[in-house]
C-alpha cells in the first residue's frame, strides 16, 4: 500500500498582512520563519507506526511542487492555518481516487469540519486506535471516525521516521520528551487535548531519537517540541546530560521557573542549548489572570527581569513570548513592552497577536461575545487579528503592532544586544579560563 504523508504550503502570515506589516524585511521575522522551518513531527510519528510493507512518501510542499499523486492513502496533520489548504488538497486527492485519513489538534477539536473533506479522521492521540485504523486499511473496511479515548503510555511511541525528510533543507529537527502541560492557559489547547499531567519517554527511547536524527544530519539544530520540557527537575537533569553527551546545538520551550532551578540551569548552558523559548505572555497583571486561572504566571511577573538576566548571564539567549490584544491592552501598553524589551537585553522575541483557536477557552468567550468577526482558519495564524480587540480599533491595533516590530528590528537593537552577548561570552571565557 503507498501512502503519502503531505505537509501543506504555509506563510507564517497572509500576503497581505506581510506586505502590510513589512515584516519581510525585518530581522526577526527571518529569524522566526527560519527557527520555524522544521518538519511535522506529527507525520513522521504516524509513519512510525505504519508496518514496514507499505510505501511512504512524506511531501512538504512548501518546499516541492506536486502535480500528480501516485498513491493508496493521503494523510494529513495541519495546524489551523494550514487546514484549509489541507482541504483543497483533499479535495483533489480524492477526485483521483485517493483516500485521506486527516488528524492533528484541529480536526481533534471540529471532526464534524474535517469530515466533509476526508475518509477518516483520527481523534485525540494516534497510539491509542493507530493500530485497529491499519487492520481497517489493510481489509478495506475503513470507518469515518477513530476515537483514541485514553492518553497514552509514550513507551508505545515509535522512534519518528527521520530518514523520510533527509532530502529536505529543514533548518531545526523537532523531537518531542512528553505531552501534556498543566499551566491550563485560556489560549492554550494542550492540556485540553494531551492533559495535566506531563507524560514522558525514557531517557533511552530519547537517545535511540537522538541517534536517529544523526544518522540523517550531521550537525543538526534540535527542536524539542514539548509544551514545557523542565517541569520536572530529575528527569531535566537526567534528559540534559544525555542532550550534552551527543555534542549538539538545541533549543526548547520552558518556563520562568528554570531560573530558579541552579543546577539544572547550569548544565543546560554547558550542553549545547542555543536558546531557551519562555511564555512571559504579558507584563499587565489583568492579562496574566485572563491568561491563567492557576494565577502562575502572574505570581511570576514582577521576576521577569531577574529571570532573563540569569539565564542569559550564562550565555544561553532567551526568547520571550509576548501576547497582544487582551482586553487591557491600550496604546500605553506597546510602548511599555518595547521599553521592557530594551531594558532587559532579551535575546530575541515572539510577538504574537491573541488568536483564539477552536477548543480553546479564549475562543469560547470572545464568540459569546460576538468579538470573532472571521472563520477564515488561515488568518488563526498567531500573527493576525481575528476578533475585535476592547480598548483599540483594528486599525490602531495593526498600526501599534507594525510599529513595535519594526522598533525590536531596528539596527540599534541588534547592536544593543549582540554588544550585551558579546560581553557575556567574554566573561564566560575568562570565568572558564581561571578554572583549574
Known amino acids: 500500500m503507498k501512502v503519502a504523508l503531505i505537509v501543506p504550503s504555509n506563510e507564517i502570515v497572509s500576503t497581505e498582512k506581510l506586505e502590510m506589516y513589512q515584516w519581510e524585511e525585518m530581522w526577526e521575522y527571518k529569524a522566526r520563519k527560519k527557527l520555524w522551518s522544521t518538519p511535522d513531527l506529527g507525520l513522521l510519528t504516524i509513519a512510525g507506526m505504519l508496518p514496514k510493507d507499505f510505501t511512504l512518501e512524506y511531501i512538504d510542499l512548501n518546499y516541492v511542487k506536486k502535480d500528480k499523486w501516485e498513491c493508496d492513502w493521503a494523510f494529513f496533520s495541519p495546524t489551523t492555518s494550514q487546514i484549509n489548504q489541507a482541504y483543497k488538497l483533499a479535495k483533489d486527492l480524492r477526485a483521483v481516487g485517493v483516500k485521506v485519513a486527516m488528524g492533528g489538534v484541529h480536526v481533534s477539536v471540529l471532526p464534524g469540519e474535517a469530515l466533509k473533506h476526508a475518509d477518516t479522521v483520527i481523534i485525540g492521540e494516534a497510539e491509542g486506535i493507530f493500530n485497529e485504523f491499519i487492520d481497517d486499511m489493510r481489509a478495506q473496511r475503513t470507518k469515518g471516525v477513530y476515537i483514541s479515548k485514553s492518553s497514552p503510555d509514550l513507551s508505545e511511541t515509535p522512534i519518528p521516521r527521520y530518514d523520510l525528510i533527509k532530502n529536505y533543507p529543514y533548518n531545526s529537527i523537532p523531537l518531542q520528551t512528553s505531552r501534556g502541560c498543566p499551566h491550563q492557559c485560556s489560549f492554550c489547547i494542550s492540556s ?219 539596527v540599534e537593537r541588534r547592536i544593543k544586544v549582540s554588544e550585551y552577548f558579546i560581553n557575556i561570552y567574554k566573561e564566560k571565557n575568562r570565568f572558564s579560563s581561571n578554572r583549574p
Request: proline fraction near 2%; charged fraction near 25%; aromatic fraction near 14%.
Open 192 to 410: 485540553k487535548l494531551y492533559g495535566k499531567k506531563i507524560r514522558r519517554k525514557s531517557i533511552s527511547q530519547v537517545s535511540n531519537e537522538l541517534e536517529s536524527i544523526l544518522k540523517v544530519y550531521k550537525n543538526p539544530l534540535i527542536f524539542f517540541t514539548d509544551d514545557n520540557i523542565f517541569v520536572n527537575n530529575k528527569y531535566g537533569l537526567e534528559l540534559v546530560k544525555l542532550i550534552g553527551s551527543f555534542d549538539i546545538r538545541w533549543y526548547a520551550f520552558s518556563d520562568a521557573s528554570i531560573a530558579y532551578k541552579e543546577e539544572l540551569l547550569e548544565e543546560i548552558s554547558k550542553a549545547g542549548c542555543m536558546q531557551l523559548l519562555i511564555g512571559f505572555e504579558s507584563l499587565e497583571e489583568e492579562s496574566l489572570i485572563q491568561m491563567n486561572r492557576s494565577q502562575w504566571k502572574r505570581d511570576k511577573l514582577q521576576q521577569y527581569e531577574y529571570v532573563i538576566s540569569k539565564i542569559q548571564s550564562l550565555g544561553v539567549g532567551v526568547v520571550g513570548s509576548f501576547v497582544l490584544g487582551m482586553d487591557d491592552n491600550t496604546h500605553e501598553y506597546f510602548q511599555k513592552l518595547y521599553n521592557f524589551i530594551m531594558k532587559t537585553n532579551i535575546y530575541a522575541t515572539n510577538i504574537t497577536v491573541l488568536t483564539p483557536f477552536p477548543g480553546t477557552e479564549i475562543f469560547d468567550n470572545l464568540n459569546n461575545q460576538n468579538r470573532i468577526f472571521t472563520n477564515d482558519w488561515s488568518r488563526y495564524n498567531g500573527f493576525e487579528l481575528t476578533f475585535q480587540p476592547r480598548r483599540m480599533s483594528i486599525k490602531d491595533f495593526e498600526k501599534e503592532y507594525t510599529r513595535l516590530n519594526k522598533r525590536i528590528n531596528s
